[in-house]
């Protein structure tokens, strides 16, 4: 007799944004993406959108950036997304460390 697993699916929580409105930065050595920091402009955007609540920021699981048709998600830590930069008001989100994307692999991702 078989044994039948179920597993539980988490639904996964996206927050789409446009290539153009991400700051990525990348650890010393370029080799790892650590965080994902959104511009102001897009804060601003998203709170008058009430994408940005209190709630939902804990709730994001992915990032996906969008250029013309193309998408690349990138998972983010849930619950990791800060304020920061009080003068220029941005979204910072932390990378976890298992994911492995270096500087060159993100340069002009949309071409390929």
């Known amino acids: ?3 039948i697993a179920f597993k539980e ?3 996964k929580k996206s927050l789409a944004v446009r290539n153009v409105d991400v700051i990525l930065e990348y650890n010393d050595t370029q080799t790892r993406l650590r965080t994902i920091k959104l511009n102001a402009n897009k804060v601003i955007e998203m709170r008058e959108n009430q994408l940005l609540g209190k709630g939902k920021l804990q709730e994001y699981t992915e990032i ?3 250029h013309a048709k193309k998408r690349l998600c ?3 830590v849930q619950g990791s997304g800060r304020y920061c930069d009080h003068d220029n008001g ?5 990378v976890p460390n298992n994911v492995r994307i270096a500087k060159a692999e993100m340069h002009n991702w949309h071409l390929r």
């Open 1 to 3: 007799m078989g044994v």
């Open 9 to 11: 699916e988490k639904k």
């Open 64 to 66: 996906c950036l969008i």
């Open 74 to 76: 990138i998972p983010i």
């Open 90 to 94: 941005g979204l910072r989100f932390s």
